[in-house]
C-alpha cells in the first residue's frame, strides 16, 4: 500500500514571509534535526588543523624545506583566499540545485585530504601553494560554507547557539594536533604524520558529508508556531534584539542595502587580526623565551577559548542581542592585540596565558555572530549566496593575517605588528555600530497590528527536502 507524502502549510505574515510548516525531520530525512548539528560540528572538527594547526608545523617545515618565514605564511595566505572565496560561488551552486549539500561535502572532504598529503610528501613551494593552499583551501571552505548554512537552515528559530556551537568546532578541533605537531613533528616523521592527518579529515568529512539533506525553502519545525514565534516578543525575549529579517533578500538587494558590504569591510579587518593571532601565537611564544611547550599550550588555549567562545556568544546573542555582543567581542579581540604584546615582552607567563585565552576569544566569536547577523538582516533563502559575500572578505584579510602580516613581522618587528592588529581591530569595533537591520519599504510598523491568525493552503510536500 502507497504510503501518503507528508502535507505541509504555507504561512504568511504580515511582512510577506512565507513559513513552510507541517513536515517533521524525520518524513524528510529519515532522522532528528539534531544529526544535522552534531555531523557539521564533526566535519568542522576534522578541517580545523588547517587553519589553528598550521603555526605548529611552520618551524618544522621551514627546517625541512629551508623556506623562510615568509615563505611559509605565504602558504597559509592563499589558503585562506581559496577557503573563504569558494563560499560564495558554492553557495549559488547550492541555491541553483546544481550541487547538493553532500556532493560539496564529499569533494570537499577529497580535496581537504589532497591538501596535507602535498605537504607531507612534496618540499616543493610551488607544490605546496597548488596541493595545500589552492586545493585544500577550497576543500576546507566547501565543508565550512556548507556546515554554517545547513544548521542555519535546520534550526531557524535556535540559530544563535546551534551555530555557534557548530562554527566553534572548527577551532578547538586542532588543540590535540597543536600538541602533536609541538611535541612530536620532526624533519624525519613528519610525512608520516602529516600523511595520517590527511587521511583523518578524508575519512570524517566523507562520512558526515554522506549524511548532509537540505531541508525545503521557507522551512519551519513542525512544532513551533512561526508566526507566534515572531510576534510574541514575551514568550520569545530573544526577537526584542534580533528580529527576524522582514523579508527574503537576494544577493543584489542585500547589497543594495548598505549593511553586507559593511560586514565585509569588517570581516575584512578583523579577519586579519584573526588570522594574524592564530599565526603567529607559537612563533611570538617562542620569540618570547617561553619555550616549545608553552608555546603549544598558548596555542592551545587560543584554539580551545577560540572554539568554545564562538557557542558562548551564540546563546549571548540570543539574549542581548547579536550587534551589540558583536561590538563587545571586536573590543575584546583589539585589547587582547596589545596585552599579548606587553606580556610577552614582559616575559610574563601567566598574564601572557591570560591574554592568549581573551585573544582566542575574540578572534573567533565573530564568525557565529556573522552567519547568524547575516539571516537575521536579509532571510535564510539565499544564506548560501548572501553570507558567502560575507565571508568572502576572509579571502583578503588572509593575506593580511599571513603573508603580509609576517613581512610587517620582518620591517617592523612583533611590536609594530601587534600593535598595528589592536588598533585595526578598534576600527572594527567602530564600524559594527553602524550596522542596522534593513527595513522592507513595504512593511508597516514594528509592532503587529495584523490579525495573529494566518491561512496557507494545504498541498502534498515533496517526498525529499530540496
Known amino acids: 500500500m502507497a504510503v501518503a507524502s507528508p502535507t505541509y502549510q504555507e504561512l504568511t505574515d504580515h511582512n510577506g514571509r512565507v513559513y513552510r510548516v507541517g513536515e517533521t525531520p524525520h518524513d524528510l530525512m529519515g532522522r532528528s534535526r539534531s544529526w544535522m548539528v552534531w555531523l557539521p ?56 540545485n546544481i550541487v547538493s549539500a553532500r556532493t560539496a561535502m564529499l569533494v570537499g572532504a577529497v580535496l581537504s585530504g589532497i591538501g596535507y598529503f602535498t605537504i607531507a610528501t612534496s618540499g616543493s613551494l610551488v607544490v605546496a601553494f597548488i ?20 544548521v542555519g537552515k535546520w534550526f531557524p528559530e535556535k540559530r544563535g547557539a546551534r551555530t555557534g556551537f557548530v562554527n566553534g568546532g572548527f577551532a578547538y578541533g586542532a588543540v590535540p594536533f597543536i600538541y602533536i605537531f609541538s611535541a612530536f613533528l620532526h624533519p624525519t616523521n613528519y610525512t608520516v604524520i602529516l600523511d595520517l592527518v590527511g ?26 508556531d512561526p508566526v507566534d514565534w515572531v510576534q510574541n516578543t514575551k514568550k520569545n525575549k530573544s526577537l526584542a534584539k534580533n528580529p527576524p529579517a522582514v523579508k527574503q533578500y537576494s544577493p543584489m538587494e542585500a547589497i543594495r542595502s548598505g549593511m553586507l558590504p559593511l560586514m565585509w569591510v569588517c570581516l575584512v579587518i578583523i579577519g586579519g587580526v584573526s588570522l594574524f593571532g592564530i599565526n603567529f601565537q607559537v612563533p611570538f611564544a617562542k620569540a618570547s623565551h617561553f619555550g616549545p611547550f608553552v608555546a603549544a599550550s598558548s596555542a592551545g588555549v587560543l584554539s580551545i577559548v577560540n572554539g568554545t567562545g564562538r ?54 566569536a565573530f564568525y557565529p555572530l556573522f552567519a547568524s547577523l547575516v539571516p537575521d538582516y536579509f532571510g535564510e533563502n539565499h544564506n548560501a549566496t548572501n553570507y558567502g559575500l560575507v565571508y568572502s572578505a576572509k579571502l583578503v584579510g588572509g593575506v593580511g593575517g599571513g603573508g603580509l602580516a609576517a613581512g610587517v613581522v620582518s620591517a617592523w618587528g ?30 508597516g510598523p514594528d509592532v503587529v497590528t495584523a490579525t495573529p491568525s494566518f491561512s496557507g493552503s494545504m498541498t502534498s510536500a515533496p517526498k525529499t527536502a530540496g
Open 41 to 96: 560540528w564533526a566535519a568542522m572538527f576534522a578541517v580545523s588543523i588547517f587553519e589553528y594547526g598550521w603555526g605548529a608545523v611552520v618551524s618544522t617545515l621551514q627546517a625541512k624545506n629551508g623556506w623562510s618565514l615568509t615563505e611559509t605564511f605565504w602558504i597559509a595566505s592563499i589558503w585562506a583566499v581559496f577557503q573563504a572565496g569558494v563560499a560564495f560561488p558554492a553557495g549559488r551552486l547550492r541555491e541553483k
Open 131 to 150: 596541493g595545500y593552499s589552492m586545493l585544500g583551501g577550497t576543500g576546507a571552505g566547501l565543508v565550512y560554507a556548507t556546515c554554517i548554512n545547513m
Open 199 to 224: 587521511v583523518y579529515m578524508l575519512v570524517v568529512v566523507a562520512v558526515c558529508g554522506f549524511l548532509f539533506r537540505d531541508p525545503p525553502k521557507n522551512w519551519w519545525p513542525k512544532e513551533v
Open 311 to 364: 557557542a558562548i556568544v551564540g546563546w549571548v546573542s540570543d539574549r542581548i542581542g547579536r550587534r551589540q555582543t558583536l561590538t563587545w567581542v571586536l573590543v575584546i579581540a583589539a585589547v587582547a592585540q596589545f596585552g599579548v604584546l606587553y606580556s610577552g615582552n614582559m616575559h610574563n607567563l601567566p598574564l601572557f596565558l591570560i591574554f592568549a585565552f581573551l585573544t582566542g576569544f575574540g578572534g573567533g
Open 414 to 443: 612583533y611590536n609594530g605588528a601587534y600593535i598595528l592588529a589592536g588598533c585595526i581591530a578598534l576600527l572594527s569595533a567602530l564600524l559594527t555600530l553602524c550596522l542596522r537591520q534593513p527595513k522592507s519599504p513595504t512593511a
